[in-house]
């Protein structure tokens, strides 16, 4: 712990945004700015026989009206990640055109986009385009995409497969042993489909200057570089350099905003059509309809112990479903950023998992907060609380009897896992000895008996979680599939005053960079936080970065910084040694100086700034200027764990069921700064609540979304959640030079099966064993009733 680092430093960003000074997308005001509206199809599944535009061109206000006939018909955005059929078959990847000319493939597919003065004319224009759809047969659920004679979202293919993929033991292994297990749990369910809900909706403007032949693309997203690169190189085939995208405050994300959208290349394509920028916001129900959604699992799955309770094997089929395209990264969360964690925290010597990706007549699926782990985590939690209550065993003493041992990574090496990965180090008992401790275990069990005998419906749930972070080395993450490299990049200027700026690829949309970067900088310099001045989120300044997912922007983002900073101390030392006329080895640095050990001779950073700019007195060949960047490409990925259990109480009157604590005991490495670790943990709790109690996207027949507003989808308010009771223990990653894990999807993760396991718990005297999530008052009800 240092001056700043490990301290509970107040958020700078807050200053603005309490004062409503933040500069959101939808904030800026462009002269001639012009704005848009998309006509959307009202159907999942249909052929286009015809789009009059005639009508609306006439309409006041408007300035153009384009369809998938004219040249940006030619364009579709592409996906970032492949991921072959196991017989070697490509991944079936068809164009996601940025306007459809003929087939719809799900509500909200684009048809036209009309160009306006107003946002009100445009909207007003849009009612006048004329389409003729004719209406097909729809599939939405992943499962019955691969029936025999389900409608087919892409007609070239025999069926809906866009890819399968496996993963861990040889099935036929892992099926004998588990004939041969003792005791086989088995479970059937579906993790449900969410919709990403940030607070400020997709907002896009594109403007093109003719004199200088170049772009700014102002956009909502997590991912500046990624955009650019994508829509540069793989949509529009503009050179890079003649385009700048700038994101700048964003409201949330939660994955959603990594992924190129259709309508920032088209945006980008208009812009040089009319000569003037131009303008689209998403509204709210176009979010439900267009955003990414996330998980949309349909799982079934066995797991064998031996007669001691020791897991013995486990055995996995998923239907995953796709949406309509691939979006950037979907193939990776089914399958590398979720099978690769179902070892989980658990010995468990014998695991097969086997995916198969459907397309449905859906929006598309891709990373929600967690990307895949917060999905392996609910089956393998789920599924051991279930196994403990049938084998007659506690919740907690199933899990101790299964954990992987204590190990440092340093001493011992990391945990080789049966699908892949090399956990980096874990000590998984503590955090479930220390959550165990929080709640006060067996006095609850004994509230729990008395309270039933009134009538009283308490539970307890436990969810032990570990999660993979901070995306693997770029050679790795290449040879499964990704199409980008996975590194971040930091540079480091330091100004000749001693002040420093630094620019970082990491995108900072509500994590608090500007503080935490701060923090660590300052601390590894020896300087004042305010003497730090952090940069993201301009292509313009920044050289490169791969953006914020993943829980990635500390242990890869923060790392390329310092390793920045190590060159600048490198550097500084060899122009501290020629004033102090002393050799460098016997320099040391702290506290902001440079010191020959065993003296009170010493030279600060700010004086050794100012002659690297002005080397009047310097040394030899060395040249001018503090200034350096660093790519960092990590080892492996980070392994942050926890324990979350949950305290629930449900009324056996109507099935309504609230959280009346929520203990998380977190371990995400070093702690920068606990109070927006703590703040990191909260958001993540909510969202999984949200998920387990209240939270699902649900379609028709028909593929229409019938829940897409929040008259209509529920989401988790204040009286919904307890006061969250946080503690941590701290292990280390032994790979980056913070040794941090990473913090901001945690919480999503390992709260919902908590939730439900003492759903269940709660429940469990009634005979109950499972219930679907959401798991509403009326499913719970049935469930009492049943």
Not at 85 to 100: S, Y
Not at 288 to 308: E, I, L, N, W, Y
Not at 716 to 725: G, K, L
Not at 753 to 777: E, F, K, R, W, Y
Request: glycine share 10%; charged share 25%; net charge negative.
């Amino acid at each position: 712990m240092g001056k700043f680092v490990g301290k509970a430093v107040k958020r700078r960003e807050d200053a603005r945004f309490l004062k409503g000074a933040g500069t959101y997308t939808d904030d800026i005001k462009l002269p001639k700015m012009a704005h848009t509206a998309f006509v959307r199809s009202p159907y999942a599944h249909a052929n286009v026989l015809s789009i009059d535009i005639e009508e609306a061109k006439n309409e006041p206000g408007v300035i153009a009206i384009y369809t998938g006939n004219d040249a940006c018909g030619e364009f579709g955005v592409p996906c970032g990640w492949q991921v072959d059929f196991k017989n070697g078959e490509t991944m079936r990847e068809p164009a996601h055109p940025l306007l459809t000319k003929d087939k719809i493939r799900h509500v909200g597919e684009a048809v036209a986009i009309v160009v306006a003065e107003t946002l009100e004319q445009a909207r007003d224009a849009a009612e006048m385009v004329m389409v003729d759809y004719e209406e097909l047969l729809a599939v939405t659920d992943p499962k019955q995409a691969m029936e025999a004679g389900a409608p087919l979202v892409h007609d070239q293919w025999e069926d809906n497969a866009a890819f399968d993929w496996c993963i861990g033991n040889d099935r036929a292994e892992v099926e004998a042993a588990l004939e041969s297990a003792h005791h086989v749990t088995e479970m059937e369910y579906r993790n449900h489909r969410v919709a990403p809900n940030a607070i400020e909706p997709r907002s896009y403007i594109a403007d093109y200057d003719v004199n200088a032949d170049k772009w700014t693309l102002y956009t909502s997203t997590q991912n500046p570089h990624l955009i650019r690169l994508l829509l540069c190189a793989f949509v529009l085939g503009i050179p890079e350099h003649k385009v700048r995208v700038v994101s700048k405050d964003v409201g949330g994300g939660f994955g959603s905003k990594i992924y190129h959208y259709t309508e920032e290349a088209l945006l980008t394509w208009i812009s040089r059509e009319i000569g003037r920028p131009v303008k689209w916001t998403s509204d709210r129900s176009e979010a439900f309809m267009t955003d990414a959604h996330g998980r949309d699992h349909v799982v079934k799955s066995k797991m064998g112990f031996d007669k001691d309770g020791k897991i013995v094997a486990h055995l996995t089929d998923e239907y995953c479903a796709m949406g309509a395209y691939l979006s950037t990264f979907a193939p990776a969360v089914p399958t590398y950023l979720h099978g690769t964690l179902f070892q989980g925290v658990y010995t468990t010597p014998l695991i097969h998992l086997n995916v198969i990706a459907p397309f449905t007549h859906t929006v598309v699926v891709d990373a929600y907060r967690g990307a895949g782990r917060p999905e392996a985590t609910y089956l393998l939690e789920r599924i051991i609380s279930k196994a403990a209550k049938e084998m007659g065993m506690d919740p907690a003493e199933i899990r101790f009897k299964n954990f992987i041992p204590p190990f440092d990574g340093v001493e011992e090496a990391g945990y080789q896992t049966q699908v892949a990965l090399q956990y980096d180090s874990g000590d998984y008992h503590g955090v479930l000895e220390r959550g165990l401790e929080m709640l006060g275990y067996e006095d609850f069990r004994k509230e729990q008996a008395k309270a039933r005998e009134y009538g009283k419906l308490l539970g307890v749930g436990f969810s032990s979680y570990i999660e993979g972070c901070g995306i693997a080395p770029s050679a790795v993450v290449g040879a499964l599939g990704a199409r980008a490299g996975l590194y971040e990049v930091g540079h480091v200027r330091v100004q000749p005053t001693g002040k420093v700026s630094v620019f970082t690829g990491a995108h900072s949309h509500g994590q608090g960079h500007e503080t935490v970067f701060a923090q660590f900088v300052a601390d590894k310099l020896g300087i004042e936080m305010d003497d730090v001045e952090i940069e993201h989120g301009d292509t313009d300044q920044v050289a490169f970065g791969m953006g914020t997912y993943g829980s990635r922007s500390l242990a890869v983002g923060g790392s390329a910084i310092i390793k920045s900073i190590d060159k600048i101390l490198e550097k500084g030392a060899k122009i501290a040694a020629h004033k102090l006329e002393a050799a460098e080895e016997d320099l040391e640095y702290a506290e902001g100086k440079w010191t020959v050990k065993g003296t009170d001779k010493s030279i600060s950073f700010g004086d050794v700034s100012l002659t690297a700019y002005v080397p009047h007195d310097y040394p030899e060949g060395l040249e001018p200027g503090l200034d350096f960047s660093s790519f960092y490409d990590p080892s492996n990925f980070t392994y942050p764990f926890g324990t979350h259990i949950a305290v629930v109480e449900v009324d056996s009157d109507t099935g309504k069921v609230d959280v009346k604590r929520f203990i998380a005991c977190d371990d995400v490495g070093n702690v920068m700064n606990p109070m927006i670790v703590d703040g990191q943990i909260h958001g993540g709790v909510v969202q999984g609540i949200g998920q387990a109690l209240l939270e699902e996207v649900v379609f028709d027949e028909a593929g229409q979304m019938i829940n897409a507003s929040y008259m209509d989808y529920a989401m988790p308010r204040a009286d919904d959640i307890p006061m969250i009771e946080t503690d941590r223990t701290v292990t280390p990653c032994p790979h980056n030079p913070l040794g941090v894990k990473g913090a901001g999807e945690a919480g999503c993760i390992g709260s919902t099966p908590a939730v439900v396991n003492a759903v269940v718990d709660a429940l469990a005297h009634l005979g109950v064993t499972d219930i679907q999530m959401p798991v509403t008052p009326q499913r719970v009800w049935k469930a009492m009733q049943n």
